[in-house]
């Protein structure tokens, strides 16, 4: 495959980027235990946008793998899952924003979160956080306990790990390199992440 765009997502920001449908997006962990907020949007209706719930409603599943679908909240297939070479991401659990550091950490300075990184990115197609659902957050693990408890654990991707998605239509997408160095989801590091449009 061809390499038609390559952006490198600095750690604790976001970058957003289009792609066709049938060109593929690969999602590269640089160094290792990186989380990856991800969100997508219908490129020609920007009100359709990836969902996770409708996701993983129509998947029965968690589980991401080969042949996974990731559906729009119109229920529409947005993208397949042709490869993951990392076992964990996490469908359940809603982006980091500036509420998260004060009320969850008592943090009162600002911190960098992926709302606001996602705010950033999209801004030329003047999307907010009123347009936002839930992200895919690649390469975060995440466990539910026996007992019911959430438990956000250390990522297992390695450097050089990826996800690669098949566009099954046009979109507008974004990756924020997840900022949260409090909690041990991203190994207590901040570090950048790879985007690479293939066709």
């Not at 290792?32 to 998947?59: C, I, R, W």
């Not at 907010?128 to 693990?141: D, L, M, S, V, Y």
């Amino acid at each position: 495959m061809k390499i038609v765009q390559d952006i490198l997502v600095p750690g604790g920001f976001a970058r957003s980027f289009e792609a066709k449908k049938g060109q593929k997006i690969k999602v590269i962990d640089v160094e290792g235990k990186q989380v990856s907020d991800f969100m997508a949007f219908n490129k020609d209706d920007l009100k359709e946008k990836l969902s996770t719930p409708h996701s993983y409603m129509s998947a029965l599943s968690l589980h991401i793998e080969q042949g996974y679908i990731l559906r729009t909240n119109l229920r529409r297939p947005m993208f397949e899952v042709l490869e993951s070479t990392a076992y964990s991401h996490d469908m359940i659990l809603p982006a980091c924003d500036e509420q998260r550091y004060r009320v969850d950490y008592g943090i009162k300075e600002p911190h960098r979160n992926c709302v606001d990184n996602f705010e950033e990115a999209f801004e030329p197609y003047h999307l907010t956080r009123e347009n936002f659902a839930n992200p895919f957050n690649i390469f975060q693990k995440t466990r539910i306990t026996e007992d019911h408890q959430i438990i956000q654990e250390e990522g297992d991707s390695n450097a050089g790990d990826y996800l690669l998605l098949e566009c099954l239509m046009d979109v507008v997408a974004a990756v924020s390199a997840c900022p949260m160095d409090i909690n041990p989801i991203g190994g207590n590091k901040i570090s950048d992440i790879r985007i690479q449009v293939l066709e």
